[in-house]
């Protein structure tokens, strides 16, 4: 008879596709985004962290629904059933989300992991092995090509299973060695946005760590790649609520704390945050927040660079697995394009907020064709439930809306440089293919409400 410890490991090695997407969740972009929050706005936007990690298992569970239900990848389905163009345009945002997020998290973990090592060497007083920046990129770089064009899907979902878990438990630490005023932090829950462009980005950067179009389009493919099909749907929604509702919204909740309890910065970076915390919390506090953030920032880089390929691969009609050569190389590639984004010039913490809010507006078209098909009888064979569409509609909405937010304030500042008139570019196009959608579901509604008008005539 098996004891409750062997139980908990044998489920626990049960799961994995979404703690893939937990590990894109958990990191760097992610920290940044709550140590932003927290440093400028005390405890105001905890809210909007409590909120990220309900929104992030929704968005998870219909991803989840749909994968199991179509047993296909999600270009193919919206192909299969809204045309070419629609897969295209997903497969375009995808790339583009993923791609900006690849770069400036490259960036992340090569200044993150030469600042440890500088740190940890002088520490044990063996100073003078400085390893530079641009050393840690082309490391990791090969690192991953390596490992996950050869490796594949069980590399990817071991070390995301492992390091997830470490970064819960580091962040958990450092959160007990640092005084957090919990009567305050009561006060956070109550829902507002600071006034401005940075509280409006803030709370986007927040939200698009959960519910980012990198973490919905790689479900249906991570749990293909672990055969999962309709008769595994508890397993899979156990996995979905340990991996987002539990790990990450613990994970979340413990970095804001921490930053809102004990940092007033908001022009620090994320290296700068953690090593502020040692005067100020003790070192104890600054070396697990220290390990948590490299930890984060490692398997987010690995769990992200696989999600272009996913869909290439979809659209293209290749095997999504490391015995079809194309596929090994486009994830090979995109492993080594990212070693560039280490010579991004500007501040990680304000790059990797804007990367995830660049991400978030992105996010409402997929979720939208996600719950678009899911509703569709020709593409699945049990439509959602109401109280299912209920909470796919309430996503879509809380996400447009805060993405909107966000656009509307980057749009009244004029367009003074290329990359804001490349996201308001963006957000137009997704603005105008979710108006599509919409049209669309009038459409099949109207001709739903005809049929049963002719069979009584």
Do not use: C
């Not at 410890?5 to 590990?23: D, H, K, V, Y």
């Not at 506090?285 to 920032?297: C, E, R």
């Amino acid at each position: 008879m098996a004891t409750g410890n062997s139980g908990i490991r044998s489920r626990f090695s049960e799961m994995g596709p979404t703690w893939l997407a937990g590990a894109i969740a958990v990191g760097p972009a992610t920290i940044g985004a709550l140590v932003t929050a927290g440093a400028s706005f005390d405890y105001a936007l905890l809210w909007v962290v409590v909120l990220s990690a309900v929104m992030g298992t929704t968005a998870q569970y219909l991803a989840m629904r749909l994968g199991l239900l179509t047993e296909a990848g999600i270009v193919s389905v919206v192909e299969d059933n809204l045309g070419e163009a629609w897969a295209w345009l997903l497969v375009v945002d995808t790339v583009i989300a993923a791609g900006v997020a690849q770069l400036v998290i490259m960036k992340t973990v090569a200044s993150v992991s030469a600042v440890f090592w500088t740190d940890l060497t002088t520490a044990l007083g063996v100073g003078g092995l400085g390893l530079s920046a641009p050393f840690w990129a082309v490391l990791w770089g090969v690192v991953l090509a390596v490992g996950l064009a050869v490796g594949g899907y069980r590399f990817a979902q071991l070390g995301a299973k492992i390091v997830v878990s470490l970064v819960v438990l580091l962040f958990l630490a450092s959160l007990t060695v640092v005084p957090i005023d919990f009567g305050a932090a009561v006060t956070g829950l109550v829902p507002s946005v600071p006034a401005g462009v940075g509280g409006a980005l803030t709370a986007a950067g927040i939200l698009g760590g959960a519910v980012h179009i990198a973490l919905v389009t790689m479900q249906s493919y991570t749990m293909r790649a672990r055969g999962w099909t309709d008769a595994d749907s508890d397993l899979a929604l156990l996995d979905v609520v340990a991996s987002m509702l539990v790990a990450f919204g613990v994970a979340s909740l413990a970095i804001f704390l921490v930053a809102a309890a004990v940092l007033s910065d908001p022009e620090l970076s994320v290296v700068g945050a953690t090593q502020a915390l040692g005067p100020i919390a003790g070192p104890a506090a600054k070396w697990l927040f220290f390990a948590g953030l490299l930890g984060a920032a490692v398997t987010t880089l690995g769990g992200n660079t696989p999600v272009p390929a996913y869909v290439i691969a979809d659209k293209m009609e290749w095997e999504i697995s490391t015995d079809d050569r194309r596929y090994q190389a486009t994830v090979a590639a995109f492993a080594l394009i990212s070693i560039p984004g280490v010579f991004i010039q500007g501040p990680v913490l304000g790059l990797l907020v804007q990367a995830l809010a660049v991400g978030f507006v992105g996010t409402p078209f997929v979720l939208a064709l996600v719950l678009y098909l899911l509703n569709d009888p020709t593409a699945v064979p049990r439509p959602n439930s109401l109280v299912e569409n209920v909470g796919g509609l309430l996503l879509i909405g809380i996400a447009t809306v805060v993405a909107g937010q966000w656009v509307r304030r980057v749009a009244s500042g004029g367009i003074v440089d290329p990359a804001s008139l490349a996201i308001l570019g963006f957000a137009a196009v997704l603005a105008a293919a979710m108006l599509g959608l919409l049209g669309l579901t009038a459409r099949n509604w109207l001709a739903e409400d005809s049929e049963p008008a002719m069979a009584a005539d």
